[in-house]
């Protein structure tokens, strides 16, 4: 090819003729004879894909268009959705489609023009999730506060997993840890980790998951930016921690697990708290609820003493009654006498002014006599209606009545005070056992345990420097010799550095 094609179709005798299929045919030859493969740029319209899996384009500049077919097997090497208006870079060859006789260019590889392949898939494949709902704040759950089993998913022999082994470990020892591993890089990853997060979420004993891996190039952390992966971390049961890469590093994994970590290291501190933090702020707790039952049982204390003291005694109660029911009495009977001396006084008044006859006066005085008569016999009824008043009233104000409120009150504080002192106990009990049931598993991991079975602590003298390699030691350094039972003390004689 120099510039043009060059058709050789003279012939000798113009009554020779060509069909249709033979002219066709010559040309489609001819293309392919002298058109090698060729990058192409210009832009996508009237994408269509097939169900064949194959995807029809034409590609246009402002001057022509040119029809551009993309097999399955090229479309599925491709990072990125083909859509119309995307300036592409597309390499392939031209050839002739006989059955139509139209010029048609064979496309085998497709590049953004101006994008690279992955961010333009990066931002396609966040930007569709995003319409459908997969990143929402409303559809993330919460952690548990302090989860007993955690699942992981990233590469067996990874950093990733050891950093997080190591900080799980420093912060909770007994933490139960579920290792589920998979690849993290490469064609078939995505694929595995979205079984990884599927088969943790079957067995159901997790109850968080984290999911990620070391930092890296974007090629390398693309596992995590693929939709399998994406919809897996979406219908996990389970809550999911993020954790890909370093801090600055943003995959699509981030944006639709329900916690994003920026590091693996900070996943493990995310998902469990410090348990000597816990156990200090279990001690501050235990300390408060002490003195908070100490200070509610002495409050109660005191409101009672008060409420006693508030209540007369029923003894001087009676007493006060029966005094004011006999003066009552002594001040009615002492009425009662000045009223008859009053009226006899009057009446012998009126007699010695009227002159009236002895028979009348003496009428009179009967008369008087027995008005007083029944008065005295109303007194006394009436008195004896307020003696048995009192009475009945002395014996509803019995000292067993008016004690028995104050009884029952005193009773009842006590019950309430000895089952909050049960119940402050049996915590109390209760957090001692559960503390001394770890205080046992952090001896059962206790590096100190290994020494019983032949291994030795050794560390030097002048310094108490731990004593890993060879090279830590200069000939004639003291050593000290930690055993399972008792300590040795020798000095360095020689050396093997291999």
């Given at each position: 090819m120099a510039g043009q094609l060059e058709f050789q179709l003279k012939t000798a005798e113009r009554r020779v003729a060509l069909s249709v299929s033979q002219l066709v045919r010559l040309v489609r030859e001819t293309l392919e004879l002298h058109l090698d493969q060729c990058w192409v740029v210009g832009e996508v319209s009237n994408t269509r894909l097939a169900p064949s899996g194959h995807l029809y384009f034409t590609l246009k500049d402002a001057r022509a268009a040119i029809n551009v077919v993309m097999f399955s097997s090229a479309v599925r090497r491709m990072r990125f959705r083909l859509d119309d208006?995307?300036?592409?870079?597309?390499?392939?060859?031209?050839?002739?489609?006989?059955?139509?006789?139209t010029l048609q260019f064979y496309a085998?590889?497709?590049?953004?023009?101006?994008?690279?392949?992955?961010?333009?898939?990066?931002?396609?494949?966040?930007?569709?999730?995003?319409?459908?709902?997969?990143?929402?704040?409303?559809?993330?759950?919460?952690?548990?506060?302090?989860?007993?089993?955690?699942?992981?998913?990233?590469?067996?022999?990874?950093?990733?997993?050891?950093?997080?082994?190591?900080v799980l470990l420093d912060r909770y020892p007994n933490l139960h840890i579920i290792i589920r591993p998979a690849l993290v890089q490469g064609p078939s990853a995505p694929l595995e980790i979205a079984s990884a997060l599927d088969d943790l979420?079957?067995?159901?004993?997790?109850?968080?998951?984290?999911?990620?891996?070391?930092?890296?190039?974007?090629?390398?952390?693309?596992?995590?930016?693929?939709?399998?992966?994406?919809?897996?971390?979406?219908?996990?049961?389970?809550?999911?921690?993020?954790?890909?890469?370093?801090?600055?590093?943003?995959?699509?994994?981030?944006?639709?697990?329900?916690?994003?970590?920026p590091t693996p290291t900070a996943a493990a501190q995310i998902a469990v708290p410090n348990k000597a933090d816990l156990r200090g702020r279990l001690f501050e707790k235990q300390s408060a609820l002490v003195n908070g039952v100490e200070r509610q049982t002495s409050a109660l204390r005191h409101q009672l003493v008060r409420l006693e003291s508030r209540l007369p005694e029923p003894r001087i109660l009676l007493r006060q009654l029966r005094q004011r029911l006999d003066t009552a009495w002594e001040e009615l009977?002492?009425?009662?006498?000045?009223?008859?001396?009053?009226h006899r006084v009057l009446l012998?008044?009126?007699?010695?002014?009227?002159?009236?006859?002895?028979?009348?006066?003496?009428?009179?005085?009967?008369?008087?006599?027995?008005?007083?008569?029944?008065?005295?016999?109303?007194?006394?009824?009436?008195a004896g209606s307020c003696r048995v008043t009192l009475e009945r009233n002395?014996?509803?104000?019995?000292?067993?009545?008016?004690?028995?409120?104050?009884?029952?009150?005193?009773?009842?504080?006590?019950?309430?005070?000895?089952?909050?002192?049960?119940?402050?106990?049996?915590?109390?009990?209760?957090?001692?056992?559960?503390?001394?049931?770890?205080?046992?598993?952090?001896?059962?991991?206790?590096?100190?345990?290994?020494?019983?079975?032949?291994y030795a602590l050794v560390?030097?003298?002048?310094?108490?420097?731990?004593?890993?390699?060879?090279?830590?030691?200069?000939?004639?350094?003291?050593?000290?010799?930690?055993?399972?039972?008792?300590?040795?003390?020798?000095?360095t004689l020689g050396r093997n550095l291999s």
């Open positions: 208006g995307i300036q592409v870079v597309v390499r392939g060859r031209v050839n002739l489609y006989e059955h139509r006789g085998e590889e497709v590049e953004p023009r101006g994008f690279g392949a992955l961010q333009l898939a990066y931002e396609q494949l966040k930007q569709r999730l995003a319409r459908e709902g997969l990143f929402d704040a409303a559809r993330k759950r919460t952690l548990p506060i302090l989860p007993r089993r955690i699942g992981i998913v990233t590469a067996l022999g990874g950093a990733a997993l050891r950093d997080l082994l190591r979420n079957a067995d159901g004993n997790a109850e968080v998951i984290i999911v990620g891996r070391g930092g890296g190039s974007l090629e390398d952390l693309w596992a995590f930016n693929d939709e399998t992966v994406a919809r897996a971390i979406c219908r996990s049961r389970i809550p999911v921690i993020s954790a890909v890469g370093h801090e600055i590093d943003y995959s699509i994994a981030d944006f639709v697990a329900d916690v994003r970590a009977v002492e009425a009662a006498n000045s009223r008859v001396s009053r012998r008044e009126f007699a010695t002014r009227t002159r009236i006859s002895p028979g009348i006066v003496a009428a009179g005085r009967l008369r008087v006599a027995h008005s007083a008569t029944r008065l005295a016999q109303a007194m006394s009824a009436r002395i014996a509803w104000l019995n000292e067993t009545n008016l004690r028995a409120p104050v009884s029952q009150a005193r009773s009842r504080l006590s019950r309430l005070f000895n089952q909050l002192e049960t119940a402050w106990r049996s915590r109390l009990h209760q957090q001692r056992l559960t503390l001394a049931g770890q205080a046992g598993r952090l001896d059962a991991v206790s590096p100190l345990r290994v020494l019983h079975r032949g560390t030097k003298t002048r310094d108490g420097e731990t004593v890993v390699d060879a090279a830590q030691v200069e000939l004639g350094d003291e050593l000290d010799i930690r055993l399972g039972r008792g300590r040795l003390y020798a000095r």
